[in-house]
């Protein structure tokens, strides 16, 4: 079972929200989840995971949040070649345009994207969370 890092970017909790329902599916799955605030995770910390999440929020115009998920996300990605990811966030008034260029980004660094990215409207719903706690379950086996 795989040991899997959900690393997120939150202002006002609703990402928060989808990388806690995440950890529960890879802890579900028999996996091991580690929660982490963007912030708090560097290059250094790749190769002690099997497996990714990461999580942003729409911020700017459709763009991924450039404060400090950005610079984390930049300095990462190019050792996410091979590896298994899966993306996930919230959006407010748009139609999940970042998370599409956020995806195809993903997949020009190489990665493993195993879904389209799970989205939801601000606060997750019944049916965000489930597919967040499925995106966890895919992750950890
Ligand atoms: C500065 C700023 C820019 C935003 N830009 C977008 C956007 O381009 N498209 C969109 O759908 N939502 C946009 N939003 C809405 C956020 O994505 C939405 O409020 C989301 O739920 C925030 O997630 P969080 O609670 O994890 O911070 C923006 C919000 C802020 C504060």
Redesign the pocket.
């Known amino acids: 079972m795989n040991k899997v890092a959900i690393v997120y970017y ?7 929200m989808m990388a806690n329902a995440v950890a529960d599916g890879v802890r579900n799955a028999g996996g091991s989840a580690d929660v982490i605030d963007c912030t708090s995770f560097s290059a250094s910390d790749i190769s002690n995971y099997d497996a990714f999440a990461f999580g942003c ?6 763009q991924l949040e450039e404060g400090s998920f950005e610079p984390m996300f930049s300095s990462v990605e190019t050792l996410l070649n091979g590896k298994k990811v899966g993306l996930f966030g ?5 139609v999940g345009e ?1 998370m599409e260029l956020w995806s195809e980004r993903v997949i020009n660094d190489g990665a493993n994207l195993i879904n389209q990215g799970v989205i939801a409207n ?1 606060a997750p719903d019944a049916e965000a969370n489930e597919a967040c706690n499925k995106l966890g379950a895919e992750l950890a086996s």
Do not use: L
């Open positions: 939150s202002a006002t909790g609703n990402t928060e929020p729409a911020m700017g115009a459709e919230s959006y407010g008034w748009g970042w601000y």
